[in-house]
Every structure is written in structure tokens, then in C-alpha cells.
């Protein structure tokens, strides 16, 4: 069996993930990368920053809002991402259909504790209003919609209080992609969503991929991304079964290898060959798709350090890279009107390192141009708390 270090795992992330802005195009770096993380709006464009050179807000806005050449899906884990446009298939099928699932079942439970009886009825005749009201092609807000839909405003008990029923609805019929997120209409670094029609939006309904071919094609695109990876990495970024994950492993013939450590990993058939690069630095955001495409991180994050770093969901803060590991993380001046990204080192990296980085939030507090970015994932670094 192939044997692949851990060295050698954290060689083929440098080259793989485009850092430090190795991708020539957005496009690229969004097929690169299989996907981006997008539950935080300013992820987006900040992922791509890091991958893309010269790349500008404007940029990106463009390629998702006027070229539509990567659009935002809810997908595995019930969670926003950024898709090239000829994967959105694979997922819909797939990972978005068992999303959907899960949206109407939760739907269900709390209409049913709302006081509505017909459950299926009330949910198709909603979603088939909200269609209707879509298909003029104007892009509108939840709350918009909900003016147009009343029904979007009965309120559902949620946790310890009561929400509308609107962004369920909306969540749902975005899995079952029938709907996708438009313009966002408000600052890049916030979540505002507007929503249209997905024939709309794209010119076409994509035709959903059969289940298993859906789950087929993540796992291969997954694979050439972030290969190798063991069935935990792969069940955990899917948010799918492991009789789902082995059956993709085995439609595209992935190969077992051997982990440091004894673990057993997985690469596509043709994935074999060894990579060296050069010393590298790199600043990536929360939620990052190279921080969290991994469930065992521990080949490039020293476990002692993921308290600080990671939520307890497994969520990442801001990060900061040194030659494939993480060193540290970053975060901007709040007591400086400039906002100036600040590294935070929890470790001795050297001077060649902390000149690089350095380097970097030079290069990103010159690109956010005094935008502060809020973070809804902010890790105990960032909020500057310090575990015993």
C-alpha cells in the first residue's frame, strides 16, 4: 500500500488549494477548491484573495451576481456555498436532496406545534406562491416575498421562542433548488440575500444527478482537492452516511493508502505522485475551505492549538499558514480606525516565517481598505479569551 506523510499531505494542499494565489481565474479557484464556504458572506471574497492575485471585490461580485459563472447553493451539511455552475447537479441530487429532507421534517415538526394541520398542503401552496411571485425574474428579500406571501409570516416555535416561517421556507425550496440566492443587498461582507427563481437566474433548471452518481461526483472532485483523506473526512464534509461515502469511494475507484499515524486514506486511481514546494505564507478566513475540509486536522494543526482556533462544532476562526501548518491566526485592530489586520503567533515560528506573514496583513489590511469584517465564527483567539 502507498504510503503518504503527513509532510507530503501538507505539500499537496499548497499546490492544490492555490495558496498563495496560484489560480489564474475565480473560476478556477472555485473548481480548485470544490467548493467555497459561504455561510459568512465575506469568507467569499476573502477565500479568493488569498488564492487569486489581484482579484477585487468588484471581481467577485461580478462572477457570482453578473456572469453567474459560481452561484451559492445549500448543500452538505445543511450549509451556503459557493458551487462552480457544472457541479450544481452532482449536489442537487445528492447532498442539497438530503438537506431538503431534513428542512421538511424540521418544517413539519414546527407547523404541526404551530397549529397547522394540513402540513403538506400548507407547504406546497406557500412554495408554489412564492414561485409565482418569483417568476418575473425581480430578486427580492425574505421579508419582501413575505409581503406578497403572508403565510411566510406565521410564526413557529424555535428553540426557546418563535420565528417566522419564512426562512424555513426559503431554506427549503433553496435545497430543493428551485430557488437560488441573487444579489446580495447589502455591504460584500454581509449576508442579505435576495432571491429569484433558479430557471431564472441561471437559464435553465439543472437536472438533478441520480443519488448515488450526485455523491459519486463530490467524492471525486473532494478526492482531488483534498486527497487523501480517511471515510471520517469525507462522511463529516458531505454530511452524508458512510454507506453513501463507500459507495462513491467505490464508484470512482478511489485507492487506499497508508496515514502517518496507521490511518487509512483515500486518493483517486491516477494520484500518486510526490510534490515539493517552497516555504509559504498564507492568511485564510473563517471558515475557510481548507481549514475545514478535514474532520482530523492533525497533520497540519497541533491539537494542543484547536481549542483556541475551532469552536466546538468544529468551525474555524480566522487562520494564519506557515509552510501547511497552522501558526496562529489573525484578526483586525479594533481600537485602530484603519483597521489593520494584526497577527496573533501562539508559537515560535522564526523570522523568516513572521516576516512573511507579516507580510501577508500588510497585503490584506491594504486590500480591505479600512472594511471591517464581523465575524459570526470568531474563534477564542479572535475574541482574545485564553483557555487554562
Not at 35 to 49: F, I, K, N, Y
Not at 283 to 295: F, H
Request: with cysteine; proline share 5%.
Amino acid at each position: 500500500m502507498l504510503h503518504i506523510s503527513d509532510a507530503e499531505r501538507r505539500n499537496r494542499l499548497v499546490k492544490r488549494h492555490g495558496l498563495v494565489r496560484r489560480f489564474a481565474t475565480i473560476e478556477d479557484a472555485v473548481r480548485g477548491m470544490t467548493v467555497l464556504h459561504a455561510t459568512e458572506a465575506a469568507t467569499v471574497h476573502l477565500s479568493l484573495w488569498a488564492r487569486v492575485a489581484g482579484v477585487t471585490v468588484a471581481e467577485v461580485e461580478r462572477a457570482l451576481y453578473d456572469e453567474r459563472s459560481v452561484v451559492k447553493q445549500l448543500a452538505m451539511r445543511r450549509t451556503l456555498f459557493v458551487f462552480p455552475r457544472d457541479l450544481l447537479p452532482a449536489a442537487l441530487g445528492s447532498a442539497s436532496k438530503r438537506v431538503a429532507r431534513q428542512q421538511r421534517v424540521g418544517l413539519t415538526k414546527d407547523l404541526l406545534a404551530a397549529g397547522v394541520t394540513t402540513i403538506d398542503k400548507w407547504i406546497d401552496e406557500t412554495a408554489a406562491e412564492v414561485l409565482e411571485l418569483l417568476a418575473d425574474g425581480k430578486a427580492r428579500t425574505t421579508s419582501e416575498i413575505r409581503d406578497h406571501v403572508p403565510a411566510l409570516g406565521l410564526m413557529r416555535p424555535s428553540g426557546p421562542g418563535v420565528l417566522p416561517a419564512g426562512p424555513a421556507v426559503m431554506a427549503l425550496l433553496s435545497a430543493e433548488g428551485r430557488v437560488l440566492r441573487a444579489v446580495n443587498s447589502g455591504h460584500w461582507r454581509l449576508s442579505k440575500p435576495a432571491w429569484t427563481s433558479t430557471q431564472h437566474w441561471l437559464g435553465e433548471q439543472p437536472t438533478p444527478m441520480e443519488e448515488h452518481e450526485g455523491y459519486a461526483e463530490l467524492v471525486r472532485r473532494w478526492l482531488g482537492t483534498f486527497g487523501p483523506g480517511t471515510e471520517a473526512d469525507i462522511v463529516w464534509w458531505l454530511g452524508a452516511t458512510k454507506s453513501a461515502v463507500r459507495r462513491a469511494l467505490a464508484d470512482v475507484e478511489a485507492v487506499a493508502v497508508s496515514l502517518d499515524g496507521g490511518g487509512t486514506g483515500w486518493v483517486l486511481p491516477d494520484d500518486t505522485q510526490s510534490q515539493e514546494v517552497e516555504p509559504w505564507a498564507a492568511l485564510l478566513p473563517s471558515l475557510d475551505p481548507t481549514v475545514m475540509g478535514w474532520k482530523e486536522r492533525e497533520f497540519y494543526l497541533d491539537p494542543a492549538d484547536k481549542p483556541f482556533l475551532f469552536d466546538t462544532n468544529g468551525n474555524a476562526g480566522n487562520t494564519a499558514w506557515w509552510n501547511g501548518r497552522i501558526v496562529g491566526c489573525w484578526l483586525q485592530d479594533d481600537k485602530d480606525p484603519a483597521a489593520p489586520v494584526r497577527l496573533v503567533i501562539h508559537q515560535d515560528i522564526g523570522k523568516a516565517a513572521q516576516t512573511a506573514l507579516e507580510a501577508e496583513a500588510d497585503l490584506l489590511t491594504g486590500w480591505l481598505d479600512g472594511v471591517r469584517i464581523t465575524n459570526v465564527y470568531a474563534s477564542p483567539q479572535m475574541r482574545g479569551l485564553r483557555l487554562p
